[in-house]
């Protein structure tokens, strides 16, 4: 048994691949021994991932890119959603998406994921970002859904399930699904760095079957993503774990494999935000070759149903 070391961001059903590859028993299946180490935010697991203290994290596209404009060699391997996923709740008062414009909009840091998603969303309604809205930097010196919903500071927010379901037991109310704007955007996927690639090709194979049939397993059977989310959001009302599962089984699968459109289009959100100068390849920073593989192996129909070809 070979052990590893996946960095969790935080508790949110985002990561909930994690969650099921251990409590599923995908992992051990594949003679991997994992310790989960929870770390405050992508910022600080692709730090450790950097740092060669975790092997796998779960992160996002814009993240990574971030992360190895600092030096890393982050690279994702096989993604759980490759679409346009968050939500956007707006304090009380506020109903229509026309009331969002000019309003305060609260992210954790500058140029993160939400704020990427919050250009991504103006470019899809014609809006600017300069004009349409005042970006508030919340920080992270407390709960996210705290910091987030201080209607003292912030109008609007971007969630991720539990979240806009558990802002509206507060009063806040969700107006924007980003989901329904269908654009290719690497969100939930599995990351490791080129260094362990090199060195540990056997083991970076084996966590993506894992992986891929651990997010199977989540959008394909209730009961079990039901309890993986209560059991790490710890969540106590069952009605907005329910929503939480829904929402996500909606969007997880596909082909797994990381999107290269997906990454296309954060290189091109980081851009407007003024983070990238020249657009790199987005190819250099996913590698196909872990899923393809599997597929070749026809590794999807163990867990699929379908005969062997």
Known sequence: ?????????????????????????????????????????????????????????????PEVILANLKGGDAVIIASAISRSAQQVSARP????????????????????????????????WGWELARDAEIVVVGLDGARL????????VDVAIMHAPEPFQAAKRGWTLVEDLGRLDVAFQNSCAVTTRRLLAAKPEIARRYVRAYCQAVYRFRTDREFGLSLLRKYTREPDATIIAK??????????????????????????????????????????????????????????????????
């Not at 705290?146 to 500071?153: A, F, G, K, M």
């Not at 082909?255 to 980081?270: D, K, Q």
């Not at 190819?283 to 379908?306: H, N, P, W």
């Open 93 to 124: 008062g506020i109903t229509r998406r026309e009331d969002l414009r000019g309003k305060r909009w609260g992210v954790l840091a500058r140029n993160d994921a939400d704020e990427c998603s919050i250009v991504m969303a103006f470019e899809r």
């Open 1 to 61: 048994m070979d052990k590893i070391r996946i960095g969790a961001a935080h508790r949110g059903a985002g990561i909930a691949p994690l969650f099921a590859a251990i409590e599923g028993g995908y992992l051990r299946a594949q003679g991997l021994d994992a310790e989960l180490v929870y770390l405050p935010g992508h910022p600080a697991t692709l730090d450790a991932l950097s740092a060669g203290e975790v092997d796998f994290i779960n992160s996002v596209g």
């Open 244 to 309: 939480t599962w829904v929402l996500f089984a909606r969007l997880m699968g596909g082909m797994m494999f990381p999107s290269v459109e997906g990454m296309r289009n954060a290189i091109h959100v980081l851009r407007r935000l003024g983070v990238l100068r020249q657009p790199p390849d987005p190819q250099s920073y996913i590698d196909l070759e872990l899923v393809g593989a599997a597929e070749r192996e026809d590794f999807f129909s163990t867990f699929m149903g379908r005969p062997p070809a």
């Open 146 to 153: 705290d910091l987030l919903l201080d209607p003292r500071r």
